[in-house]
T-cell receptor, first 113, second 117 residues
Framework: DSGVTQTPKHLITATGQRVTLRCSPR?????VYWYQQSLDQGLQFLIQ???????AKGNILERFSAQQFPDLHSELNLSSLELGDSALYFC????????????FGEGSWLTVV | AQSVTQLGSHVSVSEGALVLLRCNYS??????LFWYVQYPNQGLQLLLK??????LVKGINGFEAEFKKSETSFHLTKPSAHMSDAAEYFC???????????????FGQGTTLQVKP
């Protein structure tokens, strides 16, 4: 158990819909990262927040957005869903901006039908 | 830009045999390098990491990796494979060594390790 908690574990939704994935980082960790894992793209970095502020942005679509709240939990919002958005979404956390170990949650499986 | 190439999407070894998973990286700054393992239906677990100092890094479960700057490689090895080692392995690089680091990881495509009895 890494200490990073993600909900829901599995989600099935229809095209065009909007979903929210939630992440609670390890206690004391200030950075939260979101990654997408799919068969065709592999593991792709989406976005990083550090202590509530956006720190780095990767291959995140404009239909996707994220935020980190004052209690340091984070949410990834996916809207206007397409079939190709079906993937495993990982949240990870670290105590600082990346010099220390980054711990991954077990992921949220999103299936768009 | 940083990138990672893992040679071989599938590697099959017999139980007790040497495990060698290959990783080459590209980075314009001194890299931090990582190996993560993903067991079926689970998240990513850190096996080991190289930041600075000793180039031979020992990790969990008997794995080790050697950072070779001249070859831009960070291959993962284990002297004797166990059935429980069957999983997907990911090599990753980050820019954490520089002051403007973000900590984001760039992953390779992964190597699935099969261990035959």
């Amino acid at each position: 158990d890494s200490g990073v908690t993600q909900t829901p574990k599995h989600l099935i939704t229809a095209t065009g819909q909007r979903v929210t994935l939630r992440c609670s980082p390890r206690s004391g960790d200030l950075s939260v990262y979101w990654y997408q894992q799919s068969l065709d793209q592999g593991l792709q970095f989406l976005i990083q927040y550090y202590n509530g502020e956006e720190r780095a942005k990767g291959n995140i679509l404009e239909r996707f957005s994220a935020q980190q709240f004052p209690d340091l939990h984070s949410e990834l919002n996916l809207s206007s869903l397409e079939l190709g958005d079906s993937a495993l979404y990982f949240c990870a956390s670290s105590v600082d901006q990346g010099r220390n170990t980054i711990y991954f949650g077990e992921g949220s499986w999103l299936t768009v039908v | 830009a940083q990138s990672v190439t893992q040679l071989g999407s599938h590697v099959s070894v017999s139980e007790g045999a040497l495990v060698l998973l290959r990783c080459n990286y590209s980075s314009s700054v001194p890299p931090y390098l990582f190996w993560y393992v993903q067991y079926p239906n689970q998240g990513l677990q850190l096996l080991l990491k190289y930041t600075t100092g000793a180039t031979l890094v020992k990790g969990i479960n008997g794995f080790e990796a050697e950072f070779k700057k001249s070859e831009t490689s960070f291959h993962l090895t284990k002297p004797s494979a166990h059935m429980s080692d069957a999983a997907e392995y990911f090599c990753a690089v980050s820019d954490s060594s520089v002051s403007s680091n973000t900590g984001k990881l760039i992953f390779g495509q992964g190597t699935t390790l099969q261990v035959k009895p």
